[in-house]
């Protein structure tokens, strides 16, 4: 029914390749570490020899997650061409160490608002436009389409595409998806099309057994639907049980070789290997049609990695100040870039949340134990974070942190609005001009260091925002940050914001002791500033974040965990711009800034993968 399409040897008529696709969907509960595991479905693929992209359905109606509150959904995650996109596409990029397009994340609303803008230029010629097959075809073709853009930097389409269907099988929001992807198995036909479906084998507490239930039922919602797993991953506690994978089996029609299960292990990067170990690779070849890929994964990086990891347990305290503390998930790419930077220092992270605005006075009248709790562990703190954020909530209890950490000269990195902040707190208290603010939150202020910046219009809000990959040029060949970079002239990085510091104001901050040290090719917009004279102050005005990648930490957030520890001599005075190394045995971790032991290079970060606790 589903598999009836052309055969391989037929679609590959005149040796063109055809595109083979892995299907991700989720049953039972959402939560269920979906979109790490088609992420570590793709690596695993990309360890075998074969080229990898992605593609993440987003079944929500807005356009994309760039309005989207971060309380609600998690990062918006930024790319190159400055789609603001799921925080899955940051898993997908650090994972496979790949460059996204807005077009990799599709939701329903860019499908309808496709369709709706063919349907005002009269494209469909009268017809009625309905969810098939117009909705269902654009959905098809854009697969089609974004799957043959490369996204690894070399030329040609990728041999897979992994994609990733969002939400949990049954929803409303998904059925024109689910449409649209079991008609698409069809259309490019047996071999060239795998479904993996992620499940849940929740294990009773009174009699500790594995219940298979759940899954059936979902599997068996997913065939109502149009579509027949290829392959189950069953998230469980614990690895299944023989006669439990036998009863799956024949309940589910999945032979017992392709039901893998992804029991809880102590970090993400166990992930691939649990894949491996049960030889997903192998199964997935098989329905792919791939017998000549006979590679086995090589994942010797990621198992070193994973295993070191493990064991890492010399403390770093970074104390992260935000607005949305409630939810790990708003800074994932600062926690995941954290992470990178601590383990390639050989050092066990601890991230403390600090509300921001329990930091400030009005918090010790109305919340004592709030503000002393924040105090604390800003006190305790080796090193500071204040990340990207919109609006005037806790902007005091970042300024104040920012103030903290200058005096006591504690290493500080402020990211976007971070940044913003340093310079609002040094003017205040360095230049003494006490009004001085963000034209963001003080529209009338006399002292306006950061102001509304457009790069087009400046009377429309709308689409002012500066957004995806700008160049900075680095201004002083003894800063730190050009250092913690490799001592490159430039570096490309990711943006979104609105405002930034006046270039009126800049003079007046320098002479202050403020050193403005990467800008861009104007000379206008300031994108990082420094305290030359503090162990580590920096901030910039992009996002460092979201480039991150397993075994290529961040240069300043490296910069920032080093110093946090008391190692930045050790990691300026070498080239930062090589691959960064660890010693398993946490004693030097930076020699001479080369791999004394190739094995030890460290990629991606760490998190438990149960519960989506950070481990
Ligand atoms: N709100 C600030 C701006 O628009 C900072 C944005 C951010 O931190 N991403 O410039």
Redesign the pocket.
Known sequence: MLLMGPTDTETEVGNMKKMKYVLVTGGVVSGLGKGVTASSIGLLLKACGLRVTCIKIDPYLNNDAGTMSPFEHGEVFVLDDGGEVDLDLGNYERFLDVKLTRDNNITTGKIYQFVLDKERKGDYLGKTVQVVPHITDAIQEWIERVAMIPVDGKEGPADVCVIELGGTIGDIESMPFIEALGQFSCRVGAGNFCLIHVSLVPVLNVVGEQKTKPTQHSVRGLRGLGLAPNILACRSTTALDDNVKEKLSQFCNVSAEHIITLYDVPNIWHIPLLLRDQKAHEAIFKVLNLPSVTKEPSLKEWTTRAEICDKLHEPVRICIVGKYTGLSDTYLSILKALLHASVACGKKLFVDWVPASDLEDMAEKENPDAYKAAWKLLKSADGVVVP???GDRGVQGKILAAKHARENRIPYLGI??GM?IAVIEFARSVLGLKDANST?FDPNTRSPCVIFMPEGSKTHMGGTMRLGSRRTYFQAPDSKSVKLYGNRSFIDERH????EVNPDMVAQLENGGLSFTGKDETGQRMEIVELPDHPYYIGVQFHPEFKSRPGKPCALFLGLIAAACGELDGVLGEKVECEIVNCPSNKKVYQNGFATKPENIIRDSVYSYCNGVHS
Do not use: D, K, V
């Open positions: 990207g954020g919109f976007c609005l913003q963001e979104r914001h609105r405002f």
